[in-house]
């Protein structure tokens, strides 16, 4: 196991990361403070690992609940994280209580913003299960839910007390949930770590093989990544908007298409590399340089273009309601080079324009 | 105007409180920093002042939009906050928006905890127009909504930017609703401040009929008394709990009655009054205390009784899902004297229940 802290002064917390984790429950009970514990999960995840959780907790020493929520995006609302209230509140939940937050990323921002408004903020853990929200989503503590009008746009910052990582959990995900969260790994190297894409593209063949001591690393190295970044920028005031590469164009086709179409990471594939030929256009990469970034992407068997029709304009509508929109500008997340992204406000509006164009056909 | 300061490090700010405020839109301006201002008010409050604070902000200097919330407690629930997120989507608010909430604690609750979550979080400012909310619920950062199982089960500890009291406001207020704030005031005194429990005997007359002069004082002993204790105790970790005498008694009675049954400052006097008994009964207060209090609520309009059936055992119930209950324990604030409050854990379960049984007939 190897352990990684995510240092935020007093809200500081260990992600732990390896095989068999799972069977460890001292990772869980040493940061579990009251007796009373939430498990929230989905109908894909309970039949898979919730027993397994339950039974590392001890029945007898805790009050063990669980909320199995719909699984899919389009669940992903203010009225399911109200379920999670729901059974708080039947069960008699008081803010001793820690929730557990079992499965992917959705999982994950639900029970993290049920957390941080119950009571005003309870503990949690996180568990994830998937690729994406491992890499990804399950550390830095950003929580929310969607709106009818935009991606993410109710929500907390809201961090965990732990974070449990058990790559053998990724046995049981299917390849197009795998190839998903390759999106996330690939980001953080093309935002910041010119030496891990050079890995990626060597290894890639291994790495959709789920070689699984190259899991742990893959794993470490993103989280590593995102720690640094988050440790340095909590509230994303400066450094961490980086972490959006391609998530502004991403959230616009989500949100253009219906959640529930693309999972995140597929609609973050493409939204990269509409952030990439921007940054071709601005004179930054070269077509070499894009074509690289592209292939990554194909062999990792995610998409590289748009499948659905979106109009034009209303994909502009759907960027410009992004939290990146700062008094009217969309701030957007570019490449200097690969490996070296900032934060972008003065590309030129014809050339976005054109990539949007070029996308939606 | 006399101007107090909440010190809380970066999250300090300043509480005003004098006549005319309304009128001196600097107060306002100083505290925003983005274009994009949403008004949330109510139908009552609308009427009133809505139109004098748009001017005030200047049209051509801001993007104004407003939210009218039905008014009442019923209506503080996650939907009505919904409202609030469905305008600024629709108005394509970004995270440079402030929210100004304009009315009483409904709409100061439910409007903060909407700019908590907004985008995990924007700025926004308390213009309180009912004497409860100008002495208790704008102060202090709490904001959230209520649950069918639970008040104030669900929200965020939020701080504004600002404060800004007008006492001028308090002369569209109807009587209830002046005594059911005068309940938060005489908190104040009983809690920690004899000697403002002996002015408010002495002037109890003097002010019922609001004398103008005598109301910025009692705003401002309030607020200072308040900004104190929360400025040691942000998060209720602590002290903050003391602010809650009468409270576990009071929730129960507006979720045993249903929300709206009860202004929450009436609830909050008789639940004050219950907690008074129950130190009485503990040894704590003489009979001649407890009439004292009760005279002091009776002096100011508010009920000292419970007006409607309550079953004990259901009065029971709503106390055990408090948010002062810790690992099954029911904490509650009780007097060691008049104007000392400390945190009970070890009260008699026999005379808690003599309590209620004589207060639920």
Known sequence: MKTLNLDLAEKS????????????????????????VMIVTNTT?????????????????????????????????????NLIFDALLENRFDRSCTLIAL????VGDMTGFAAASYQRGVNFIQI???????????????T???????????GAFHQPKCVVIDVDTLDTLDDRQYSAGMAEVIKYALLGNLDFLHYLQKNINELMARDKSMMIELVYQSCEDKANIVAQDELEVGKRALLNLGHTFGHAIENTLGYGNYLHGEAISVGMLMA??????????????????QDLLEKSNLPISISGKIIASDFMAAMS????VIDGNIRLILLKKLGDAFICNDYQDKLLNRVINDFCQ
Chains 1, 2 share one sequence.
């Not at 990361?17 to 069977?23: A, K, T, V």
């Not at 499965?103 to 959705?106: F, I, N, Q, Y």
């Not at 994830?128 to 950003?142: A, F, H, I, N, Y």
């Not at 709106?147 to 746009?153: E, F, I, R, T």
């Open 13 to 36: 917390y260990p992600i732990y990361i390896g095989q068999g984790l799972l069977s460890q429950g001292e990772l869980l009970t040493k940061h579990i403070n009251g007796k009373q």
């Open 45 to 81: 995840v309970a039949p898979l690992y919730l027993e397994q959780v339950k039974s590392l907790l001890g029945e007898g020493d805790h009050q063990i609940s669980q909320v199995i929520l719909s699984d899919g995006e389009q669940y992903k609302t203010l009225d399911t994280v």
């Open 103 to 106: 499965g992917g990323g959705v």
């Open 128 to 142: 994830p299960t998937t690729l994406l929200s491992q890499v990804d989503s399950s550390v830095g503590g950003k």
């Open 144 to 154: 929310g839910v969607n709106h009818a009008l935009g991606k993410n746009m109710i």
């Open 276 to 293: 990439v030929k921007l940054s071709q256009f601005e004179g930054y990469l070269s077509v070499d340089e894009v074509d690289q970034v």
């Open 321 to 324: 309601v992004d939290k990146k």
